[in-house]
């Protein structure tokens, strides 16, 4: 091929979610709601912890920051899907379906990356509670962010550089509502085993690696909490509690697209939608509602903004 892209496909068709007008209204209805919902919740986290000093603590800046990866993350699928659903044909460039694949790619990575920061975090307050402010001190939290956001970046683009000059030549509908790699790959008019089984290493292994170290590092932290007076360790298995609970929603869906050997249109375009629509919305309502402090900090910020508007 010269190293050249010899590509005569110049958009991709999408074939939705349903061709039932019920269901599409139904869609339509819950996930704009979803949406607004989850884009109105993650920016009040970050206006809050901004805003309010007493969260200016590690914790708060790490939840701050993937209150704005939820925040693009969402945003990347969600809109589109929600204007195609009554549309006969949806459409999306080549070069737009290149960018939903780097940016969900790259947002996705720098998550996990923070989900483990986030129980680092935990794991030295916990279990280290006299040296907590000597580990996580500032400098800590903004080399974590640094990390995180480095190395998403370097999982979008290393993927990206092996697809992005893939050959299309006729074949252009993909059987679902956004822009992925497995789907996308089956549509280049060249031999894609070697790619398909990149994409499963580089994101369906690492994903499922990092489910495994997170549930690991949730044990041993909750064994650890059993040994404290009930006091301390009802707070502390809260905490945990709600941090558990957005691990298993944010890799329950990605280890099933990547590593999953049998896959089935229905229950793929399911687990998508609630990945791009459903857990932005459940991450600020899962923190902010099994967190007292937050609530609190949370009122006081939005009573200092209907003052102003006043």
Not at 73 to 92: E, H
Not at 108 to 114: R, Y
Not at 171 to 190: G, H, Q, W
Request: charged share 10%; net charge positive.
């Amino acid at each position: 091929m010269d190293g050249e892209n010899h590509s005569i496909v110049s958009q991709f068709v999408f074939l939705g979610l349903s061709d039932s007008w019920e269901i599409q209204c139904l869609l339509f209805v819950s996930s704009s709601v979803l949406y607004v919902v989850s884009i109105l919740g993650n920016m009040l986290i970050l206006l809050t912890v901004t805003f309010d000093s007493h969260l200016h603590s590690p914790m708060y800046i790490l939840l701050a920051n993937l209150s704005l990866i939820d925040l693009g993350f969402g945003s990347v699928t969600a809109p589109k899907m929600i204007c195609d659903l009554f549309r006969k044909r949806k459409l999306i460039s080549f070069g737009g379906c290149i960018a939903q694949i780097f940016l969900i790619h790259a947002f996705g990575g720098t998550e996990m990356v923070l989900l483990i920061a986030m129980a680092f975090d935990r794991y030295v307050a916990i279990c280290k509670p006299l040296h907590y402010l000597t580990i996580m001190n500032s400098r800590m939290c903004i080399f974590l962010l640094i990390v995180a956001w480095i190395i998403g970046l370097i999982h979008s683009l290393v993927q990206l550089a092996f697809v992005v000059n893939l050959p299309f030549c006729g074949p252009n509908e993909l059987d679902s509502f956004f822009c992925d790699l497995p789907r996308f790959i089956k549509l280049a008019c060249t031999e894609t085993y070697r790619l398909q089984f990149m994409v499963t290493a580089n994101s369906g292994f690492i994903s499922l690696g990092s489910f495994c170290v997170l549930i690991i590092s949730y044990i041993f932290i909750l064994v650890t909490v059993q040994k404290r007076s009930s006091g301390a360790s009802s707070k502390a298995l809260s905490t945990l509690a709600a941090h558990i609970t957005v691990v298993v929603l944010f890799f329950g869906p990605l280890i099933f697209f990547y590593t999953w050997p049998f896959p089935t249109s229905s229950l793929d375009k399911f687990l998508a939608i609630f990945d791009a629509v459903l857990t932005p919305f459940l991450n600020p309502v899962i923190y902010t509602f099994r967190n007292k402090e937050m609530k609190l900090a949370m009122g006081r910020v939005c009573s200092q903004i209907l003052k102003k508007l006043v």
